[in-house]
Each structure stands twice: as structure tokens, then as C-alpha cells.
């Protein structure tokens, strides 16, 4: 799996059931502070959760398997994932005040990592 631009590696056994593999991955996620997600499992189903409020959760890119087998990347045999695009976060940072610190200074660029009509 992939979240961002970061594998995120699990090991798992022919045995380990479905609860037991979404703990693994969901702890892996967690142990790593880098990650954009913080990770929670019920019923052998992860929820992810973005670490920062607001709209730009919602373009975390999810992956699987990104390389295919040709890279090394397989799902395990008997394992059924299915991913959803992050979603539900609401909101953008107030500007007001970054803009008003430029003050008269003239810039050629500003980059803003906001793609909504506010913010723009």
C-alpha cells in the first residue's frame, strides 16, 4: 500500500486472518509519524484519518500495488482490499493574515498548496 508517496510494508501469514492483516498495516501506518494519515481498524476494515483538518486531506493519493508484480508488488492470494479516495475533510486555512505580512512587496510567484475558491 501506498499513501502519498510512502510504502507502507506489512508482513503477513497464509493463516492471519483478515483482522489480524488490517492490524498489521493499520500499525505500520501509525508507526510511522512522516505519514499524512493516522490509521484505526474495526472488523478487519482500516479507516485513515488526516492528520490536518481541512480540505487537502481529501487529495491524499491512496495506492496499491503501484509497481504490480513486474515490481515486486503483489496482493496475497485470498486477500479482498478495496480503497477509497480520502474524502470528507472541510475547510482552508485563513490567508487573510499571510497576505497581509507580503504587505507592498512585489513576488513573480506564490505558491499555495490550496486549490479551493477562497484560497485563491
Known amino acids: 500500500m501506498y499513501i502519498g508517496d510512502q510504502r507502507i510494508v506489512a508482513s503477513v501469514a497464509k493463516s492471519n486472518t483478515?483482522?489480524?492483516v488490517a492490524t498489521e498495516l493499520s500499525n505500520a501506518i501509525n508507526s510511522n509519524q512522516a505519514l499524512p494519515v493516522t490509521a484505526a481498524v474495526e472488523a478487519a476494515e482500516i479507516t485513515l484519518t488526516a492528520r490536518?483538518?481541512?480540505l487537502i486531506g481529501n487529495n491524499i493519493p491512496l495506492a496499491l500495488n503501484y509497481y504490480a508484480p513486474a515490481g515486486g508488488e503483489k496482493t496475497p492470494p485470498g486477500l479482498n482490499v478495496s480503497i477509497a479516495a480520502?474524502?470528507?475533510g472541510t475547510?482552508?486555512?485563513d490567508m487573510t493574515a499571510v497576505i497581509t505580512a507580503m504587505?507592498?512587496?512585489l513576488f513573480?510567484?506564490?505558491?499555495?498548496?490550496f486549490g479551493d475558491t477562497d484560497s485563491l
Open 86 to 88: 480520502m474524502s470528507g
Open 52 to 54: 490536518h483538518k481541512g
Open 108 to 113: 513573480d510567484f506564490i505558491g499555495l498548496p
Open 103 to 105: 504587505g507592498d512587496t
Open 91 to 93: 475547510g482552508s486555512p
Open 18 to 20: 483478515a483482522n489480524t
